[in-house]
């Protein structure tokens, strides 16, 4: 043994490379299949878009998202000479993510083109590859992009700020919106005494002379706190009512919004959630007093499709990784992904992550549509809340499977899976949690008009395909007719009307999702597997369906 060589211990051998950088929508079949499925043929202008997009979410994006979460936000809540600033300092590549997106249009394709058929579902696209980059700067992406209908209601706001937030750049000095080149647009709509029951808001706003109000209060989360300006409840004379509360005023001053701390979150790390206090800071009413619940609706329904999005997306990326891991390391004497029962539960991630997938998309073209048709309106209505409550509560689970794939490495933090693992359950709890949703479900089916019919129509749309949807969904409708105890059976109900919606969404693709969509069917609906995954029936194609979940680079 020579002295240059005697405390070599090893050779790594039978370890996957790191994963090369790729393209997330040129090179992923699936989300084209899906995307595309939605769109008119017209869309062709907007492939450079995606592709470009694609290709930077999926190589320099990747190493910002990894810097921009190991280094957190710093709150600085006075300068070194004991002036009162709130100021939250982020890492460079958190403003080098934001400003990738809002150059690419994430925060406002949708109200750039706003009419054309398919603006949604491109925007819903973005969002999706961005989201697999970094999920922390999506938060005030989503809000900026959920803002602009409650913000059409503001007859009293300064004109830059509607303007400024559907046609801007990203611009993170702290300016007056006037001066500045492209806004970003928070929410802080809850207090400790009541989370989602918004209506026990304790926050006061009174009515200045010059058409303003100044507000008083608190707000427990407040997401964001270095956006331009933030949507809020507070109560008014009138009741219950939304206000734009900008942090820089006008005259260039800062706005009485005093930052108490911000929220040490499970993940989320690359955003700053916090907890304020309203000193008599300046806001103007967005729509008539008393209206607070109305305006912000349509943000809600909004944020919500969101959701869907990035806890599909999680899905998608937590599935390349695994996907590749498991194609290049032996075990026992075979690669893993020749494996049988690994390959069982690849096919059924694959399927699962197709399922939300298509149906985020399939919400997102309801969106599309919903200015132009009422049943496509009420569809958006309903199936973004049971959509929020079954594609986000699937997805840590979804994770944890992926991450059982890498084995140990699966839990170490040079991996981004412990982070996708953090990230996981909290699209599941923003903007309202699962009962809230059930709840909301529930309500729209008892009080807003063609909102059942619309569902019923959808779903029939693809009878005949399947002989287990069509058994399903005879049970569905039979389960909804009897009104006994709604609100126990509630979870149940949304539940089964989201697999229904799965399968609706995979069954009307008539193209490469045949089999997974007839899978599907068969062990989600027929009751033909387990609760875990990887607990498909032995008769499925598991390598042509596991071959439909790979992107080119793996």
């Not at 100021?87 to 949708?110: C, G, I, R, T």
């Not at 399922?355 to 569809?379: G, I, P, Q, Y």
């Amino acid at each position: 043994m020579t002295s240059s060589n005697r405390f070599v211990t090893h050779v790594v051998e039978n370890q996957p490379t790191i994963p090369a950088p790729y393209n997330l929508w040129r090179d992923d079949s699936l989300l084209r299949e899906l995307v595309d499925q939605h769109l008119p043929l017209t869309h062709q202008h907007d492939e450079g878009l995606l592709s470009q997009y694609g290709q930077l979410t999926g190589d320099a994006l990747m190493d910002h998202g990894e810097l921009a979460n190991k280094n957190k936000p710093i709150l600085h809540t006075f300068d070194r000479y004991g002036r009162r600033i709130d100021d939250v300092e982020f890492h460079p590549s958190y403003h080098a993510l934001m400003d990738s997106a809002m150059q690419h249009n994430v925060h406002n394709y949708s109200w750039k083109h706003e009419g054309i058929d398919g603006a949604h579902t491109i925007r819903a696209a973005l969002m999706y590859m961005h989201y697999q980059a970094e999920s922390g700067t999506s938060c005030p992406l989503t809000m900026t992009h959920a803002a602009i209908p409650a913000m059409r209601y503001g007859n009293q706001l300064p004109s830059d700020y509607l303007d400024k937030t559907i046609n801007g750049v990203y611009d993170s000095r702290s300016l007056p919106a006037r001066k500045k080149r492209g806004l970003t647009i928070g929410m802080g709509m809850t207090e400790k005494q009541g989370g989602s029951d918004v209506r026990r808001n304790t926050t006061r706003a009174v009515k200045q002379a010059d058409g303003s109000y100044t507000i008083v209060g608190h707000k427990f989360f407040f997401s964001a706190p270095m956006c331009d300006a933030h949507l809020i409840l507070a109560q008014a004379e009138g009741g219950l009512s939304c206000f734009l509360l900008p942090r820089i005023l006008e005259n260039g001053e800062r706005n009485n919004v005093r930052i108490q701390r911000l929220k040490d979150k499970l993940g989320d790390w690359s955003n700053a959630s916090s907890e304020v206090e309203f000193q008599e800071a300046t806001a103007y009413l967005i729509g008539e007093e008393g209206r607070g619940v109305p305006v912000i609706i349509d943000m809600v329904s909004l944020t919500r499709l969101d959701c869907m999005i990035g806890s599909s997306a999680l899905m998608r990326q937590s599935l390349v990784h695994a996907l590749h891991h498991v194609s290049h390391r032996d075990a026992f004497g075979r690669t893993l992904v020749n494996q049988p029962l690994m390959q069982n539960v690849l096919a059924d991630l694959t399927i699962e992550c197709a399922a939300a997938t298509a149906l985020t998309m399939r919400v997102a073209k309801a969106v599309d549509n919903a200015s132009r048709n009422s049943s496509e309106a009420a569809l958006a209505r309903l199936a973004t809340a049971i959509g929020k409550y079954w594609v986000c509560k699937r997805t840590p689970m979804f994770v944890n499977e992926a991450q059982e794939c890498l084995g140990g490495i699966g839990y170490v933090e040079e991996n981004p899976m412990p982070r996708y693992y953090r990230q996981a359950p909290l699209n599941s709890i923003w903007e309202g949690s699962g009962n809230v949703q059930c709840l909301d479900v529930l309500r729209a089916l008892a009080k807003e008009p063609y909102v059942k019919e619309a569902l019923t129509n959808e779903l029939k749309t693809q009878a005949g395909k399947n002989k287990h949807y069509d058994i399903h969904l005879s049970k569905l409708f039979d389960a909804l007719a009897n009104t006994h105890n709604l609100e126990t059976r509630s979870r149940y109900l949304t539940e089964q009307m989201a697999l229904a919606l799965q399968a609706c969404s995979l069954l009307a693709n008539n193209n490469a999702l045949v089999d997974i969509a007839h899978t599907f069917c068969e062990s989600r609906l027929s009751n033909a597997c387990g609760l875990a995954l990887g607990t498909l029936p032995d008769t499925v194609q598991f390598e042509k369906i596991i071959a439909l979940g790979r992107v080119s680079s793996s």
